[in-house]
């Protein structure tokens, strides 16, 4: 997480000094340009997996609650597994279908507009980010399967530990 700060800061001063020069100065250099796209890019695909498995990851639950409510669950259960499942190829897809444009880009020596970057390392951390949240997926597909073949109510139990141990540290800090 420190990293992913520190590398956000570290591109948003790079925006800021672009439009200083830009507007002050009377200078814009192309690179910038790319670094700022590139980098902000490799750091939001490396924080997939990480957003999801901190259960923060935009969702769409309503249709999931609406089944709960009504007391449904093995019906939300299955709805829950295609999604995991559904989410899992389409990620497999992602992943084998980058590594080959990954594989390309590197064989071309593909660079940026200004020539300043090579491309294939940012293609890299689109892969290993989606790779993350691939696997994340089917650990969700796991424990939404056990759930289903155990007849147990569905909740985010594996999230339970994470939100003991976030509530023992806001309690001391309130």
């Known amino acids: 997480m420190p990293i992913m700060m520190v590398g956000t800061f570290g591109i948003l001063s790079?925006?800021?000094?672009?439009?200083?020069?830009?507007?002050?100065?009377?200078?814009?250099?192309q690179w910038q340009s790319d670094y700022m796209v590139y980098f902000f890019l490799s750091f939001v695909f490396l924080h997939l997996g990480i957003t999801e498995r901190n259960n923060s990851h935009l969702k769409m639950t309503l249709l999931f609650e609406i089944l709960t409510a009504k007391n449904l669950y093995r019906s939300a259960g299955i709805l829950r597994m295609l999604a995991a499942a559904?989410?899992?190829v389409y990620l497999g897809f992602f992943i084998f279908w980058g590594w080959g444009l990954m594989t390309f880009a590197y064989s071309i020596q593909r660079v940026t507009e200004s020539r300043a970057l090579k491309i294939w390392p940012f293609y890299l951390s689109m892969i290993v980010g989606h790779g993350f949240f691939?696997?994340?997926?089917?650990?969700?597909f796991k424990v939404d399967y056990r759930a289903f073949i155990d007849r147990t109510p569905y909740s985010d139990?594996?999230?339970?530990?994470?939100?003991?141990?976030?509530?023992?540290?806001?309690?001391?800090?309130?």
């Open 157 to 174: 139990a594996l999230l339970e530990r994470d939100e003991e141990l976030v509530a023992d540290t806001s309690e001391g800090t309130s």
């Open 14 to 29: 790079l925006a800021v000094l672009a439009v200083a020069l830009r507007y002050i100065w009377g200078i814009s250099y």
């Open 134 to 140: 691939f696997l994340w997926t089917l650990y969700r």
């Open 86 to 88: 559904s989410g899992a």
